[in-house]
C-alpha cells in the first residue's frame, strides 16, 4: 500500500494547501488506497526522514516499488499508470505532462511568491513596491492560462487528467485573494475540480489530523 508523508498539524492558513493533497488527489481518482504518516515539523528534520525527503518537506512517497519526494513527480509517477489521469494516446499523454510542469514552472512561482508577500511579509516596508509588481505577473499567467483553456472543461482534450490536479491546487494558493474571481473562466474550473467525489474524499483526509492534533 502506498504511504504518503504529511502534516499532522498546520496553521489554519495553510490547511487545504499542502502539498501532500496533490498526491493524495492523486491516489483518490485512481481508485488506490494509501496510508498517509503523519509528521510534526520537529520530524522532518531527522537524519531518517532526511535520508527520503533531502528538503525535509511532505510529501515523501513510497510504494513497494519506488521511494519518491517532489508532489509532482510523484503525481506524474502515480498518473502513468493510471487511465483516469494520464491518456493513451502520445500526444494527450505528452501534453498532460507539459501543462503538468507548466502548472508547477510557469504558474505556482508567481502565485508562492504572492502568497509568501501576504501571508508572512505583509507588514514589512518592502512589499509595498514589490506585491503590486507580483500581482501584475500573477495576472498575466492567469490571463494566459484562461487563454489557453478557452471554452473546455480541462486542460487537455476535455478530459480531467493529472495536469488538473497540479493546475487546481497551483490556483487554490490565491484563495485568500479576489483574484482568480476576475478570470471567470478560471473560477469555474477550480469549482468544477474541487466539486469531484476524489478531490473532496483527499481534501477531508488531509483536514481529519489538523483537528485532532490542533494546539490546546
Not at 498539524?9 to 498517509?36: C, I, S
Not at 502515480?78 to 498532460?96: C, F, G, K, T
Amino acid at each position: 500500500m502506498p504511504t504518503v508523508t504529511a502534516f499532522k498539524w498546520v496553521p489554519p492558513f495553510a490547511e487545504g494547501l499542502v502539498r501532500d493533497l496533490r498526491v493524495r488527489w492523486a491516489l483518490e481518482e485512481t481508485g488506490l488506497a494509501y496510508e498517509d504518516r503523519l509528521l510534526g515539523f520537529e520530524d522532518t528534520a531527522t537524519p531518517e526522514y532526511r535520508a527520503w525527503q533531502p528538503f525535509g518537506q511532505v510529501p515523501a512517497y513510497r510504494d513497494g516499488t519506488v521511494e519518491m519526494f517532489e508532489s509532482g513527480a510523484i503525481v506524474l509517477w502515480i498518473a502513468q499508470s493510471s487511465d483516469q489521469l494520464m491518456p493513451a494516446d502520445p500526444a494527450d499523454r505528452a501534453m498532460v505532462m507539459t501543462w503538468m510542469f507548466a502548472a508547477l514552472n510557469s504558474v505556482e512561482p508567481s502565485v508562492s511568491e504572492l502568497s509568501g508577500i501576504d501571508l508572512f511579509h505583509a507588514d514589512e516596508a518592502w512589499t509595498r513596491e514589490r506585491r503590486p509588481q507580483v500581482e501584475a505577473r500573477v495576472r498575466q499567467r492567469l490571463s494566459a492560462l484562461q487563454t489557453a483553456l478557452g471554452d473546455r472543461p480541462w486542460l487537455v482534450e476535455g478530459r480531467f487528467s493529472a495536469a488538473d490536479i497540479l493546475m487546481t491546487h497551483v490556483l487554490r494558493a490565491l484563495r485568500h485573494t479576489d483574484i482568480v474571481a476576475d478570470y471567470p473562466a478560471l473560477a469555474a474550473y477550480v469549482a468544477r475540480a474541487e466539486a469531484r467525489p476524489a478531490f473532496q474524499r483527499a481534501l477531508a483526509d488531509q483536514m481529519k489530523p489538523f483537528r485532532e492534533h490542533a494546539p490546546a
